[in-house]
């Protein structure tokens, strides 16, 4: 006789500790295994696109910090490159420095939230604060450029809200020195821990193929094995002139693709940005960081996409310019949006537990998803 | 203990009272003091201070935190099963409140003098996923109900290898009573069973080996039927939220806090019991050097209580360290590697202990 059962359907989020903010995940399950991950979006949905249009260019980009609010300084910097290559303005040589050192030392910043907060999404609470009490020498060096320690406001169009605190450069040395000791100490606290490494090696595959299919960028597309970075295949700003290496997954403890490669790729990223970080030091040249803002900020008729490479994947900004002050639209490709959408696909399969820890590995920021 | 209390009140009913209400005088403070140590021990394992305002050091903190706890609402949500639900955290706290009483803290003080004691205290320690069942049941929530069915998978699953090295303990020294397992490893360090026991033979040292291997194997599975990282599973709280206590708030979520520490200890103290050497003193006792006879019992309580505390202190010490595995790992290292090994164990130390 065969006994009658149903699915049992779990309400994940969007109050719970490990969605990543406010996501709500229905999942079905088959006892502990998933058959099907939907996420429910729009918690945390500020209309930012909609806003953008009955505001002049300048005053957008306080709206843009608060998209990837772990990323504020690279939101800036996607919007403010676009509004630039728009209006055509060339930018000193010192504005393009100081942005691609504000752009990497955010992308350690927020890698170092996405690494901290997987731990704790596995279980690890330690390398959580670890990687915390070094974000916040991070913050501290924004905070003496610009006054803010999350959402910056910083980079204007066609140039700064400030130039660098004169201990600028000799602080963001000193952390460099500080910080790289420390990645090797939280990798031998948790990437090369033996729980740790069977809690995501094998877990949440995804092929090159299916990645490129979904469109996911970034450090997810990278962990897959696919070798593409905007900052080297379509370079913006004055990355061209850096060297540096764009570390992708190898399938060292697993398989290619899987959450433990998803998590290391931004291990070795973080050393990269240190290297972009002190090439651009090194090279930093005296300027006015001013002379090129514009009086009025009103963009000739017509439509620019600028597309850049954030901490989180591709973030695009769409911005359709009618020859007012006022965009007429203004569109965010979403990096951790359309990594999100591949959830279910990777979860299929997997346990409750895992759940967890494939979301913690797309890593992703519920005000950019929601925007 | 028992029988003094009779003489001093000449009433057996009293006494039987007093002496079961003895394990509370430590149990209490115990809880009080682990859960700062717990919060001490994280923050300057994260370079942070832990708790700072309340007291010097915080050391009142806890304190603070149970008054406020006894004076949150007890909220008991609609659609669940109030008699149930109301009686789970008692039985938790009562399934580790029972352990005590067949610990011997000291030669003068042992609860419940009983000949079968460690299997007294495997047979109790199950009323605790009794408890957590139920508790996860009649809350009426899946979370809480995951939580409760990995509990009680893993207490069960766990309480083999536990029960194999205590077989093994048992067969080593001949005797199921704790009090006179302790009374066996006297005198000095290398007399505690991790180190083969007290007498002085060829087999001893070909015992420290398996000694080890069973004290490590007993840990581990001691730390999985505490709920301890990394096998917190049922508590899983970046999964299952808070597991089979989820829906719980106020003095009855307390209970199940006071039942965590209290079994944290109970299991230490086992630890200590079966292999190191119990409530005797590794280097000796002051009281015989001074001729203070009556000096012993109480400096034999406090090295029970500063052993136990080493284990407990390793326990936090692995959970702000470790990782948590899944549960499915979770019940392949039992089912795979523990009880195999335990197996064997018990098969060696048969062995050497017949030669």
Known sequence: ?371 | MYDFLVDLIGNEIIAAFISAALPVVFIVPFVIFGVLMERKVAGHMQDRLGPMRVGYHGILQTVADFFKLLQKEDIVADGIDKKFFNFAPYLVFAGSYAVYAALPFSSKYIGADIDLGIFYIIAVSGLVVAGILMAGWTSNNKYSLYGALRSAAQIVSYEIPTALIILSMVMLTGTLSLAEMSEMQTAYFWNWNIFGGAEWSFTKLLLIPFMFAGFLLFYISSLAEVNRTPFDMPEAESELVGGYHTEYSGIKFSMFFLAEYANMFAVSALVSVLFFGGYHSPIGYVGNTLGLEALIPFEQVFWFAAKGIFFVFVQMWLRWTLPRVRVDQLMTICWKYLIPYAFLNLLIIGIITLI
């Open chain 1, 1 to 371: 006789m065969a006994i009658k059962t149903e699915q049992l359907i779990l309400n994940m989020g969007p109050q719970h500790p490990s969605t990543h903010g406010v996501l709500r995940l229905e999942v079905e399950l088959e006892g502990e295994v998933v058959t099907k991950v939907k996420p429910h979006l729009g918690y945390l949905h500020r209309c930012f696109e909609k806003h953008a249009e009955a505001m002049s260019y300048p005053q957008v980009i306080p709206y843009t910090d608060r998209m990837d609010y772990l990323a504020s300084m690279y939101n800036n910097f996607g919007y403010v490159l676009a509004v630039e290559k728009l209006m055509g303005i060339k930018v000193p040589e010192r504005v393009e420095y100081i942005r691609i050192i504000m752009g990497e030392l955010q992308r350690i910043a927020s890698h170092m939230v996405a690494l901290g907060t997987y731990g704790l999404d596995i279980g690890a609470f330690t390398p959580f604060l670890y990687l915390f009490r070094d974000r916040e020498k991070i913050l501290t060096l924004f905070e003496m450029t610009c006054g803010a320690r999350l959402l910056y406001n910083y980079m204007w169009v066609g140039g700064l809200s400030h130039d660098l605190h004169p201990d600028f450069v000799r602080m963001t040395r000193e952390f460099i020195s500080y910080f790289r000791p420390n990645v090797v100490e939280v990798n031998e606290l948790l990437t090369f821990n033996k729980i740790f490494i069977e809690r995501t090696a094998n877990i949440g595959i995804l092929p090159a193929d299916t990645a490129i299919n979904y469109g996911i960028t970034g450090p997810n597309l990278r962990a897959s094995g696919v070798k593409w970075d905007l900052r080297k295949n379509d370079p913006y700003s004055i990355y061209d002139r850096f060297d540096f290496e764009i570390p992708v997954g190898e399938g060292t403890m697993g398989t290619v693709g899987d959450c433990w490669d998803r998590y290391y790729v931004r291990v070795l990223e973080m050393e990269q940005s240190l290297r972009i970080i002190e090439q651009a030091l090194d090279q930093l040249p005296e300027g006015d960081i001013n002379e090129s803002i514009p009086k009025r900020i009103k963009p000739p008729a017509g439509s620019v996409y600028q597309r850049v490479e954030n901490s989180k994947g591709e973030l695009g900004y769409f911005i359709i310019s009618d020859g007012t002050l006022n965009p007429f639209r203004v569109k965010v490709r979403a990096p951790s949006f359309v990594n999100l959408s591949v959830l279910n696909e990777l979860c299929r399969g997997h346990m409750v537990a895992d759940i967890i820890a494939i979301l913690g590995s797309i890593d992703i920021v519920l005000g950019e998803v929601d925007r």
